[in-house]
C-alpha cells in the first residue's frame, strides 16, 4: 500500500550538513499520521542502526550517536518525514533507509546513500 522513497543523500565534508527527505504514497494525510516514522542507517560492515524516530503522538528519539546533530521532522500534510543531519562525521556514512509502522504494517523505502568524507 506505501510506498516510501528517501532522497537527499550524497556527497558531504566533515563538519557539513544534509537533510533527507521521506515521501510516502499511496496512504491518505488521515492514515499518515498514524504512523510512526523511523530513520535508519547502515554503514559499511555493520548492523542496521535506529538513528531517528518520530511517533504518532509526536515524540522524538534519537540515537547517542546522532544527538545533537540530527534532527526528524514530520509534515503529515505533504506525507513527508525529513532528517536534518548537521555536524557529519565520517562514522555517519551509510546507506539511510525510511521506515514507516503501525499494527501489523510495516514499509520500507529503498534508501539513500551518505558519504561523509574528505
Known amino acids: 500500500q506505501v510506498h516510501l522513497v528517501e532522497s537527499g543523500g550524497g556527497l558531504v565534508q566533515p563538519g557539513g550538513s544534509l537533510r533527507l527527505s521521506c515521501a510516502a504514497s499511496g496512504i491518505t494525510f488521515s492514515s499518515f499520521r498514524s504512523y510512526d516514522m523511523y530513520w535508519y542507517r547502515q554503514g559499511p560492515g555493520k548492523q542496521r542502526e535506529l538513528v531517528a524516530s518520530?511517533?504518532?503522538?509526536?515524540?522524538?528519539n534519537y540515537a547517542d550517536s546522532v544527538k545533537g546533530r540530527f534532527t526528524i521532522s514530520r509534515d503529515s500534510a505533504q506525507r513527508t518525514v525529513y532528517l536534518q543531519m548537521n555536524s557529519l562525521k565520517p562514522e555517519d556514512t551509510a546507506v539511510y533507509s525510511c521506515n514507516a509502522k503501525y499494527y501489523i504494517h510495516d514499509y520500507w523505502g529503498q534508501g539513500t546513500q551518505v558519504t561523509v568524507a574528505s
Open positions: 518520530f511517533s504518532s503522538a509526536g515524540s522524538t
